[in-house]
């Protein structure tokens, strides 16, 4: 009954401002510690479609930049959401989602702003391509195990530099996406993918020990090897069984 209420009443009694309550409580409900329980969303995915109309109706052109660099992060990781439910149960990984003639992100299905446009049109053809800032790579999920973890609350404008900022961090301090094994730094694959947006290997470095802990730090510091290995990524999906510990929200970083 609650999801009832919230489904049909958000968009009216918020106006463009429905879809970042209604997301918020879908992200509460089921993401534990940055991967999403699938099978509890299945079953109240009226309230995520719900979400999706309400993005739908919104107008990005008339947001402040901030807020319009959140909405875009959020349309993109609900949708992605959306995408995975589509192809639910069975599914094991986005890439099962597309097929050989047109990848999953490729695929137009997208409703945005009176649109129907791929996952890529968000992410090369809005975010990178006008915004510039390499620490969207570690917001935007890809419902991947080897994915930076989906937040546990939506972007927000006011909050989005330490939003941004606490992502990032959390991303390069994990030891199990960074470390340093041999002499040399292992990073994830998006430092290889993306690198022009890091600013090559060399950029890449710098922006690492810039979000780097103490511990890290330290470690970067006494490698005399500068170059980078890129582990490999896992393609399962970040699905995660009910029940398990809430995810933190994202917030300012804190230092491991």
């Known amino acids: 009954?609650?999801?009832?209420?919230?489904?049909?009443?958000?968009?009216?009694?918020?106006?463009?401002?429905?879809?970042?309550?209604?997301?918020?409580?879908?992200?509460?409900?089921?993401?534990?510690?940055?991967?999403?329980?699938?099978?509890?969303?299945?079953?109240?995915?009226?309230?995520?479609?719900?979400?999706?109309?309400?993005?739908?109706?919104?107008?990005?052109?008339?947001?402040?930049?901030?807020?319009?660099?959140?909405?875009?992060?959020?349309?993109?990781?609900?949708?992605?959401?959306?995408?995975?439910?589509?192809?639910?149960?069975?599914?094991?990984?986005?890439?099962?989602?597309?097929?050989?003639?047109?990848?999953?992100?490729?695929?137009?299905?997208?409703?945005?702003?009176?649109?129907?446009?791929?996952?890529?049109?968000?992410?090369?053809?809005?975010?990178?391509?006008?915004?510039?800032?390499?620490?969207?790579?570690?917001?935007l999920n890809c419902a991947s195990v080897s994915c930076p973890p989906l937040a546990g609350v939506p972007y927000q404008g006011q909050t989005l530099n330490a939003q941004l900022d606490a992502q990032t961090a959390a991303f390069i301090n994990d030891p199990a996406q960074t470390f340093v094994a041999d002499g040399r730094l292992h990073v994830s694959k998006l430092f290889d993918w993306y690198g022009e947006d890091f600013g090559g290997e060399t950029g890449a470095w710098a922006f690492i020990r810039r979000f780097a802990g103490p511990r890290l730090a330290t470690a970067l510091d006494a490698l005399a090897d500068h170059r980078l290995v890129y582990t490999d990524y896992d393609w399962a999906l970040n699905d995660r069984p009910r029940g398990a510990r809430p995810s933190a929200p994202a917030a300012a970083p804190e230092q491991p």
């Open 1 to 139: 009954m609650i999801f009832f209420l919230l489904a049909t009443g958000w968009a009216e009694a918020w106006g463009e401002g429905a879809y970042s309550a209604g997301y918020a409580a879908v992200l509460a409900a089921h993401v534990r510690d940055g991967g999403v329980d699938y099978a509890g969303l299945k079953e109240q995915e009226a309230l995520l479609n719900t979400v999706l109309e309400a993005m739908a109706a919104v107008d990005p052109a008339t947001l402040p930049q901030p807020e319009r660099i959140a909405f875009y992060i959020n349309a993109y990781n609900a949708w992605t959401i959306k995408l995975i439910l589509d192809h639910w149960p069975g599914i094991r990984s986005i890439k099962e989602a597309g097929n050989i003639l047109r990848s999953p992100w490729k695929r137009e299905f997208v409703r945005l702003a009176g649109k129907t446009v791929s996952l890529d049109a968000i992410e090369h053809g809005i975010l990178r391509r006008h915004y510039g800032d390499a620490r969207l790579h570690f917001a």
